[in-house]
């Protein structure tokens, strides 16, 4: 290790759920499985103290300076933990270090189950769809799936990309799926300008963030699907088609 560094240690496991400590158990989570895998981080820096251990899980919580973070690392972390049935323990004192463990139940595989044949593959269409995804990978995935159905595709890399695709092409469009956090102007922004500049296109939001709701976004926001990353094909089609169709119910999330 060099000096001034510090060390980190991962350590993972398996643990019989009655053996973990019980008043952490019952006062924060109880579990619901006998046995729970874990994966723990440990270190040896400066640590934390109370006042920050209790908020480092809430959303916007940052203790870097401006620009340097959005606190939304840790929020998005403990909602999917908490989405797979699991939860994470954090023990830290200044001076001390600090440990992070997360826990996750362990279950035996399900034999697969059998799909209706009619909900195996959602249809496709022809219509022109808007795609704004600032992570190239992502938009290049949901291009490929999108045309590999019928659809014709239009790419932007953020908010204003878009902004000036909608205004020139606006009446081509019959659908727009973008995502909510971007540079330069994010997609809740965007829906609201589209909508200032009469697009008639429906949207649909994508998010990674566990803690980006219909609530947070804005007014008109929960007349939007909203599609949480990471997303399947089959999540991806399905929402399109419906949305598409007009069959999806306000402030639906998939």
Same mark, same amino acid.
């Given at each position: 290790?060099?000096?001034?560094?510090?060390?980190?240690?991962?350590?993972?496991?398996?643990?019989?759920?009655?053996?973990?400590?019980?008043?952490?158990?019952?006062?924060?989570?109880?579990?619901?499985?006998?046995?729970?895998?874990?994966?723990?981080?440990?270190?040896?820096?400066?640590?934390?103290?109370?006042?920050?251990?209790?908020?480092?899980?809430?959303?916007?919580?940052?203790?870097?300076?401006?620009?340097?973070?959005?606190?939304?690392?840790?929020?998005?972390?403990?909602?999917?933990?908490?989405?797979?049935?699991?939860?994470?323990?954090?023990?830290?004192?200044?001076?001390?270090?600090?440990?992070?463990?997360?826990?996750?139940?362990?279950?035996?595989?399900?034999?697969?189950?059998?799909?209706?044949?009619?909900?195996?593959?959602?249809?496709?269409?022809?219509?022109?769809?808007?795609?704004?995804?600032?992570?190239?990978?992502?938009?290049?995935?949901?291009?490929?799936?999108? &045309?590999?159905?019928?659809?014709? !595709? $239009?790419?932007?890399? +953020? @908010?204003?990309?878009?902004? /000036?695709?909608?205004?020139?092409?606006?009446?081509?469009?019959?659908?727009?799926?973008?995502?909510?956090?971007?540079?330069?102007?994010?997609?809740?922004?965007?829906?609201?300008?589209?909508?200032?500049?009469?697009?008639?296109?429906?949207?649909?939001?994508?998010?990674?963030?566990?803690?980006?709701?219909?609530?947070?976004?804005?007014?008109?926001?929960?007349?939007?699907?909203?599609?949480?990353?990471?997303?399947?094909? &089959?999540?991806?089609?399905?929402? !399109? $088609?419906?949305?598409? +169709? @007009?069959?999806?119910?306000? /402030?639906?999330?998939?």
């Amino acid at each position: 290790v060099r000096e001034g560094a510090g060390r980190i240690s991962l350590r993972t496991g398996i643990v019989e759920a009655e053996k973990v400590d019980r008043e952490f158990v019952v006062g924060s989570y109880r579990p619901a499985a006998r046995h729970y895998v874990f994966f723990e981080v440990l270190d040896d820096g400066c640590g934390m103290d109370e006042k920050t251990r209790s908020k480092i899980f809430d959303p916007f919580f940052t203790t870097k300076v401006v620009g340097e973070g959005t606190g939304l690392g840790l929020s998005m972390i403990y909602g999917m933990v908490k989405q797979h049935g699991g939860w994470i323990d954090v023990a830290s004192a200044l001076g001390q270090g600090t440990s992070v463990s997360l826990y996750f139940p362990a279950c035996q595989p399900e034999s697969p189950r059998p799909t209706p044949a009619a909900a195996q593959e959602s249809r496709g269409g022809s219509e022109t769809i808007l795609v704004v995804e600032d992570n190239e990978p992502i938009r290049r995935v949901a291009a490929r799936v999108l &045309e590999g159905v019928g659809y014709e !595709v $239009r790419l932007a890399s +953020d @908010g204003e990309k878009a902004l /000036a695709i909608l205004e020139n092409e606006g009446q081509k469009i019959d659908l727009v799926i973008t995502d909510v956090v971007m540079p330069k102007l994010g997609g809740a922004e965007l829906h609201q300008r589209a909508l200032e500049l009469g697009c008639n296109a429906p949207f649909i939001f994508t998010s990674g963030y566990s803690v980006v709701t219909h609530a947070n976004l804005h007014e008109n926001a929960h007349l939007t699907p909203l599609l949480n990353k990471p997303w399947s094909t &089959e999540d991806l089609k399905r929402c !399109v $088609r419906e949305t598409l +169709d @007009g069959h999806i119910p306000t /402030a639906t999330a998939y």
